[in-house]
Structure formats: structure tokens, C-alpha cells
């Protein structure tokens, strides 16, 4: 029965490993390509200085309407292009993805996988995810701009140095544009996200020439996988059915708070997984868990499959990152914007009546 319980949530994971297998190679293929680049470059001929705030709202914006991984592929790079571009260090606006990953990652079934195996598991619709879930993406984001813009700069200075190569943006925005299409649109054809990241890279590499074959985080999407498995095999199906029948405003917001500990322990997939196992119906305690493996996620490297992408992304872009100097940036802007957004689960329980 373990055993069974363990293959099951390693195949619910499957679709999410994949695209980490796929995605970390399309963003060293566009980088290859120089599309970034020419794409910063492009957005400083158009502003003297570009506010952090289109920034940080565009990356949420990327966050519901499509994933949170294709806002750390996509942004992160071109972010840490825009830094360079205008000579501060890349680490804080590099954060802004990361971070919006996790906070607007709970707004629509699309937004995060985590919801998309809850809207199946209990037959949700996105009217049921946005009612009981998007207050907590909108004061999640909103709390983490206002700490954000704290600690760093609210606007980079512009260039004008070189010119944005047309043809480099064309065919980068081709690939972004059919990507992005298959994402949306490729569902109802049973065209999975992780597919059109790997028809975009093998089109890339035809562009470039290059095969990043040493881009491919295969050990990284095994140990998530054994991890996920070890999590089924040890947690009782039963052992969250008492915790996830919590129904006061109270309980709820301690509940997402502990769903995001499940999130920063064993990632934010696995979470889900051993703790939906223990009930069949969809309660105030099992929204209250998926918000906090979303919005809590960022908190340490292993929360999602998104914060992976990141770190093997800023690896290849040679930007210095350690555990500790993540915490430092990634804590003080991402903790309280948690607990801020478990207030607002609570206020929702609260007006629910």
C-alpha cells in the first residue's frame, strides 16, 4: 500500500520534474541565442530609468496567468541582464522571481501545479481557487513589494549603450510566443508544459547549434523524486485528517504557516501529496495547507521545483549565491509576507462565515 502511495505521488510529480529537466536547458538555449540580452537592452531604450515596480508586478502577473517556473526561466535571466546592463549588483533583482514564485503562486489553478493536483483531486474550479486562495497571492505580493522596496532600489538607470539585435528578438520571441501558447492553449490538446519546453529547446538548439546537454538537472529531479517517495513510504495517510478538519480563522492561519515548514522540508510537491492523502473532501484546512506550500516556498532552496530552477540558473549566469546569503535577502522580504497572507486566509474564513 506504501509502495503504491509512493509510485502514485512520484507520477503526480512527474510532469513538474520534466519541465525542470526542460526548463533549465531553455534558459541557457535563449541565453545562448543572446535573446536576454538583446531583450534588456531593448527595455532601456525605452526608459531613462526602469521602475523595480513594473518588475516586480510583471513577474507576478507571469506567475498566475501562466506558472511559477516559467517566471523564474524567463525573468531571471533577463532581470539579471537588466542589473549588469546598469552596473548594480544582480542578486536583488534576481530575487524578484524567486520570490514572486512563491507569493502569486496561489491565484488560479494554472498558477502552480500544486493547485492544479488539488482542482483534481476535489474537482475544483477557478472560480472555488480564486475565491478561497487569490486575497492571499494579492497581500502576499502586495506585503513583499513593500518590504522589498525597503531594502533595495526601486529603479535601475537606463542605457543607451548598443543597439537591440531585431533578429535576436524576433526569433527568441517567436519561440517565447509558442511557448507561452503551448502553455495556455496546449492542455486541451493533452500538451503538458514540460512538452512545449522540450519543443522549444529542440528548436533552440537547431538555432544555436549547442546542445546544453550539461544543463539537464537530471540528479537534482531524481532526488526530488526519492525524497517524494521516502515521504509517502514514512507519512501515515491518516496522520493529517485530524489537522486538515481545522476550520477557524485561527487554526487556518497556524495551519498554512505549517504547510509552508512541510513546503521548506521535503518541497512544496511532496507536501501536498502525503498530507491530501488523508482526506477525500476539500476543507478550509486542506486550502489552508495548499496556500501555505505555495506562498511559504521560497523560504529555502528545496521549497519548489521553481526555487531549483533558480539556483541552477544563477549558477550559470555566475551570480554568487550561498544558503546564507539567500536567507539574508530571501527571509525578511518572504516570512512576513507569509504571515501576512495567512491573515488573510483567516479574514477570508472570516467573512466566509
Known sequence: MQVDRAAANVQAMLPALLFLC?????????????????VA??????????????????????????NLDTTVVLLTPL??????????????????????ASLASSALPVSNLTNLIAADRYGLSVADVASHLAPVSIVGCTVGWLLYRRRFPTALAG????????????????????LLAGFVIGPRWGLQPWMAAAAADAVLMIVTRWVPWRD???????GIAAVAALAAVIVSPDRFGAMLAADSPPALAGLMMAG??????????????????????????VWAWLAGVNTGAALLPVGALANVLWWRILRDEDVPISLRSSLQNVVP???????????????????AG
Open 216 to 222: 539537464v538537472p537530471i540528479v537534482t529531479a531524481a
Open 159 to 178: 542605457s543607451t549603450a548598443g543597439a537591440a539585435d531585431r533578429r535576436i528578438i524576433g526569433i527568441g520571441s517567436l519561440v517565447v510566443a509558442a
Open 41 to 66: 537592452v531593448e527595455i532601456e531604450h525605452r526608459w531613462d530609468r526602469i521602475p523595480v515596480a513594473v518588475l516586480w508586478w510583471l513577474a507576478a502577473a507571469t506567475t498566475v496567468v501562466l
Open 79 to 100: 532581470y539579471i541582464r537588466l542589473a549588469r546592463r546598469s552596473g548594480v549588483d544582480p542578486l536583488p533583482l534576481a530575487l524578484v522571481p524567486l520570490l514572486l
Open 333 to 351: 522580504i518572504a516570512l512576513p509576507a507569509l504571515a501576512a497572507g495567512a491573515v488573510a486566509l483567516a479574514a477570508t474564513r472570516a467573512l
Open 260 to 285: 509552508s515548514v512541510g513546503a521548506n522540508a521535503i518541497n512544496n510537491l511532496p507536501a501536498l501529496l502525503v498530507a491530501i492523502d488523508s482526506t477525500a473532501t476539500m476543507t478550509w484546512g
Open 22 to 38: 526542460a526548463g533549465v536547458p531553455l534558459a541557457a538555449l535563449l541565453d545562448r541565442l543572446g535573446f536576454f540580452e538583446a
